[in-house]
C-alpha cells in the first residue's frame, strides 16, 4: 500500500502560534505534527509517501528530505490551490492507474488500524472506504449515516449529541476519481463524497482509536498534552 498525506494547509486560525509555516509542520513536543502521521503510516507497513503540498512546500521538503525513517516519499506540489480532491488527484497521478491508496490529512491524527480498513476495503469491494469516529458533540465536524457498513449520508455540521464522523483518513481506488466529471480545483469531501454518495459504494470502518485535529489552537494546545514520541 502507499499513501498521500494532504499537507498544503495554511493553518490560517494557527497562524498567531505558528507563523509562516504549513499547518501539518506546526511544532508538538519539539517535532512537526505531520511526523506524528508518517510514524502511524510506518507502523502500518506502507511501501511509499506521497506529501501533497502548496504552501511554503520547500519548508516540508527540507525537513523531511526524501524519505521517512527509510519509507520513500515523493512530493506533489500544487502551484495553485486545487482543494483538498485536486490535491489527492494530483498525487494519485503518481501512482498506479489502476491501485488502491491511503488519504491522510496531515492536520490530524487518527490512530486507526489501517490494515484492517484495508481488508475490509477490498472484502467490501468499495470504491472509498472511509475511517469513523464515534464522537460527542458533532458541530465541529458534521456527521454520517449508515445502513449496515454502506454509507447513505454525510451531514453539515449540526449540534448532535453523539454520532459518527469522518475520521479524515480514506482508502480510494485511485481509478475513481479519474471517471468522475470535475473541475481542475474541487473540494473531495463536498464534491466527491457528498455529491456521488449514490453512484459511489462507499463504505464506512468504524474505529475507536486516538483522534485529535489542531485545526483550532485548543486542540494544538491540547496536542502538546496528550500526543507521545511518534
Not at 76 to 86: A, N, Q
Not at 107 to 124: Q, Y
Not at 178 to 188: V, Y
Amino acid at each position: 500500500m502507499e499513501a498521500i498525506v494532504l499537507a498544503g494547509g495554511l493553518g490560517t486560525r494557527l497562524a498567531p502560534h505558528v507563523p509562516g509555516i504549513p499547518k501539518p509542520m506546526a511544532p508538538v513536543r519539539g517535532r512537526p505534527f505531520l511526523s506524528y502521521v508518517l510514524a502511524q503510516l510506518k507502523r502500518t507497513g506502507v511501501d511509499r509517501i506521497i506529501l501533497a503540498v502548496g504552501y511554503k512546500h520547500e519548508v516540508i521538503l527540507q525537513y523531511f528530505g526524501g524519505s521517512y525513517e527509510g519509507i520513500p516519499i515523493s512530493y506533489s506540489h500544487e502551484s495553485r490551490p486545487l482543494g483538498t480532491g485536486g490535491a489527492i488527484r494530483q498525487a494519485a497521478s503518481l501512482l498506479p492507474r489502476k491501485s488502491t491508496v491511503y488519504v491522510l490529512n496531515g492536520d490530524s491524527l487518527f490512530d486507526a488500524d489501517l490494515t484492517e480498513m484495508a481488508n475490509c476495503h477490498r472484502k467490501w469491494g468499495a470504491d472509498i472506504t472511509v475511517a469513523l469516529k464515534r464522537v460527542r458533540n458533532t458541530q465541529r465536524y458534521g456527521s454520517v449515516s449508515m445502513e449496515g457498513d454502506r454509507i447513505t449520508a454525510f451531514h453539515e455540521k449540526r449540534p448532535v449529541q453523539e454520532a459518527w464522523i469522518n475520521g479524515g483518513i480514506y482508502t480510494i481506488r485511485t481509478d475513481v476519481l479519474r471517471t468522475l466529471m470535475l473541475p481542475e480545483s474541487f473540494s473531495f469531501e463536498h464534491d466527491v463524497l457528498e455529491r456521488y454518495i449514490g453512484r459511489l459504494r462507499m463504505f464506512g470502518f468504524r474505529d475507536d482509536g486516538y483522534f485529535i485535529d489542531i485545526g483550532i489552537v485548543e486542540d494544538y494546545l491540547r496536542a502538546q498534552r496528550e500526543l507521545m514520541e511518534p
